[in-house]
């Protein structure tokens, strides 16, 4: 390329970054939800920093046993952060909608919680670490609940089928109802993931006929792989993401339409729940490094929450060994350390002379 056009397409870049930034809605100037959040000016200089520091990190490779994954161009990236004051700041590829995966998961036991009551889910699914890759069969064997907690594969499939309804169709609606409202937008199926993972899901299948055998499966078993295969080929950019994130962030309500919709009291125990499996078999360093309640999916999306600060939504489809993207963790651990996110440091929660070191 010539150095004229390479300019040219420098300033194009330059350009679309400052206009994602400036269509960001402005609150009033320092009118913040949070008294120890950290500014605009310093949320925007600290995610520009991580964008440009990671862009070019080629580490890990695309999920691939969901063949509609292992052909996603691992060079998207997005960032998004949604405050609680419904600020937000986004970069890179914002548009593109990739799968939610995983990170249903959260959704749909915030639902289950509303329709039965944490205690219920908590005895019906249980919160323990498995310490185990998300699919594992092993663990359902072993486990004293067998479930596990509801963000491995078994545990979820069980919390999806707690969700009621007179019908499969019902049930799915509902859910991806409930999604939408945390989105704060209608979110919908992405078709294609959705048939391709449908055609290879037989591991999800066994899972939920290990469940049947211990009794801890509360539906239709292939009625319930079905219905969670849906909720994780649910499509989200990285804004919709944060936004998601920022619900829980902002005690249930989200920020962007102020409508209260995950339970206020619930909010800790899906945090606790984060915290100890959200990246699988990564959650105990992912605690020590970051501390932040955060989740994952396969398609590559993380998003962290900074409970009544934020939330930031990070989108790089190339994964580590636990299936967690590499891109995300690394952009959100920089940008967690820069603004004194992690919620174990005193810091966090405006202590002086406490200051973790970047
Ligand atoms: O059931 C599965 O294997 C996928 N639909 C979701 C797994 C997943 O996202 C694990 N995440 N990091």
Known sequence: ?????????????????????ASAPLSVPGQKTSPVAPSRQQVEAVVREAYDKFRSDTSGKNADYIPYLAQVDSK????????????TLSLGDIDYSFSIQSISKV??????MQELGADKVFQRIGSEPTGRAFNSVPAVVEM???????????????????ISGGNAD???????????KAAGEKLTLIDEVYKSEAATNAGNKALSMLLAKYERIYADPFESVDIYTKQCSVGVNVVQ????????????VNPKTGEQVIKREDIPYILATMTMAGLYDGSGGWAWHVGLPAKS??????????PGKGAIAVFGP???????????????????RKLDYNIYSPSSVGLKGTRQQP
């Open 318 to 336: 190339r994964l580590d060994e636990a299936g967690n993207s590499v891109k995300a963790q690394k952009v959100i651990e920089y940008v967690a």
């Open 144 to 162: 004293p609940t067998h479930t596990g907690n509801p963000l491995v594969n078994a545990g979820a499939i069980a919390t999806t089928s707690l």
């Open 1 to 21: 390329m010539s150095t004229e056009r390479m300019r040219v397409k420098t300033l194009l870049v330059a350009l679309l970054v400052a206009a994602s930034f």
């Open 76 to 87: 998207l990236f997005g960032v998004a952060v949604v405050t609680t004051d419904n600020q």
């Open 241 to 252: 993401l944060a936004r998601m994130g920022a619900t829980l962030a902002n005690n249930g």
């Open 297 to 306: 999916g396969v398609g590559g999306g993380i998003v962290a929450i900074a």
């Open 170 to 180: 019902e049930k799915w609606n509902k859910i991806l109802n409930f999604y939408s």
């Open 107 to 112: 959704y749909t036991l915030a639902l289950a």
